[in-house]
T-cell receptor, first 114, second 116 residues
Framework: KQEVTQIPAALSVPEGENLVLNCSFT??????LQWFRQDPGKGLTSLLL?????REQTSGRLNASLDKSSGRSTLYIAASQPGDSATYLC?????????????FGKGMKLTVNP | DTGVSQDPRHKITKRGQNVTFRCDPI?????LYWYRQTLGQGPEFLTY????????KSRLLSDRFSAERPKGSFSTLEIQRTEQGDSAMYLC??????????????FGEGSWLTVV
């Protein structure tokens, strides 16, 4: 059974810091890995999607890397801003049987202080 | 593009009552997904449709839960004889064709259910 872990569960930093968020998964047979952002009481917004054949994806101040063999991904946020405060979730697309389901971690709550 | 729309956004119901949630996906998306999320947890997969066909159901979806997508457009999720453990946010999402081929999945704002 695929399990996704995000550590730490919460992080509080001053504005301007560069951040690394970690995600690990137990089964390397994945189609892709996605990072999402969730604001309090809201739905999820997809930030980056990395296909299993890719090593990284970049969007603006965000960069996500994938090491499928070791079951790890990192999300790098450059020059953090208070508007980055949210919960960040990592999810893998389960590969077994071509399943479409996403398996999520519990998320990491980020607070960026002005 | 109006995004994924869910209704109602909040529902408070007494234990034992039935509730129904509606999801309107992005119009050209043929894949529709339901997830459930409780406080402090990540979303958990419940079921998904391709057009009107329900292709996968989680074991979380007990016989009290039923989902439909009758014309391959909007979907409904019904919970019968609600229990306090059903209190959660129910998230709907949609995507075009194969999400795991790189098509972005779009989530709605969720429907909060509180069972008292």
């Amino acid at each position: 059974k695929q399990e996704v872990t995000q550590i730490p569960a919460a992080l509080s930093v001053p504005e301007g810091e560069n951040l690394v968020l970690n995600c690990s998964f137990t089964d390397s047979a994945i189609y892709n890995l996605q990072w999402f952002r969730q604001d309090p009481g809201k739905g999820l917004t997809s930030l980056l999607l990395i296909q299993s054949s890719q090593r990284e994806q970049t969007s603006g101040r965000l960069n996500a890397s994938l090491d499928k063999s070791s079951g790890r991904s990192t999300l790098y946020i450059a020059a953090s801003q208070p508007g980055d405060s949210a919960t960040y979730l990592c999810a893998v697309s389960a590969g077994q049987g071509g399943s479409e389901k996403l398996v999520f971690g519990k998320g990491m709550k980020l607070t960026v202080n002005p | 593009d109006t995004g994924v729309s869910q209704d109602p956004r909040h529902k408070i119901t007494k234990r034992g009552q039935n509730v129904t949630f509606r999801c309107d996906p992005i119009s050209e998306h043929n894949r529709l997904y339901w997830y459930r999320q409780t406080l402090g947890q990540g979303p958990e997969f419940l079921t998904y449709f391709q057009n009107e066909a329900q292709l996968e159901k989680s074991r979380l979806l007990s016989d009290r839960f039923s989902a439909e997508r009758p014309k391959g457009s909007f979907s409904t999720l019904e919970i019968q004889r609600t229990e306090q453990g059903d209190s959660a946010m129910y998230l709907c999402a949609s995507s075009l064709a194969w999400a795991h081929s790189g098509n972005t999945i779009y989530f709605g704002e969720g429907s909060w259910l509180t069972v008292v």
